[in-house]
C-alpha cells in the first residue's frame, strides 16, 4: 500500500491532525454555545438575597451565588450600628 515507512508516517500524522483539530472545535462550540446559554434568563430572575430570619433588630439575609452550590448568610442592620458608634 505505501512504498516507505515515512509516507505512512505522513499520512498517520495527517489523519491524527485532522481528529485533534476536530475535536478541539468541537469543544469550542461546546463551551461558546454553553456560555451563551447559561446568560439566557429563564422566566424569572434568580433572586440572590432573601431575609430568612431577624436577630435583634438586624435581618439575617442568606446571598447564593449564581451557579454555586452554596450560601453566605449575614446581618443587615441598616445603619443602626453606625449612629451607635459615634
Known amino acids: 500500500m505505501y512504498d516507505s515507512n515515512r509516507e ?3 499520512e ?3 489523519g491524527a491532525t485532522t481528529v485533534v483539530g476536530a475535536v478541539v472545535v468541537a469543544v469550542l462550540f461546546i463551551f461558546a454555545v454553553g456560555v451563551t446559554l447559561s446568560e439566557i434568563p429563564e ?3 434568580a433572586e440572590k438575597f432573601k431575609v430568612v430570619d ?3 433588630t438586624c ?3 442568606q446571598y447564593t451565588p449564581p451557579q454555586r452550590a452554596e450560601s453566605v448568610y449575614f446581618l443587615d ?3 443602626q450600628h453606625l ?3 459615634r
Request: hydrophobic residues 45%; charged residues 15%; positive net charge.
Open 8 to 10: 505512512a508516517a505522513i
Open 12 to 14: 498517520f500524522v495527517r
Open 43 to 45: 422566566g424569572k430572575p
Open 54 to 56: 431577624h436577630y435583634g
Open 59 to 61: 435581618a439575617v439575609v
Open 77 to 79: 442592620c441598616g445603619n
Open 83 to 85: 449612629e451607635q458608634v
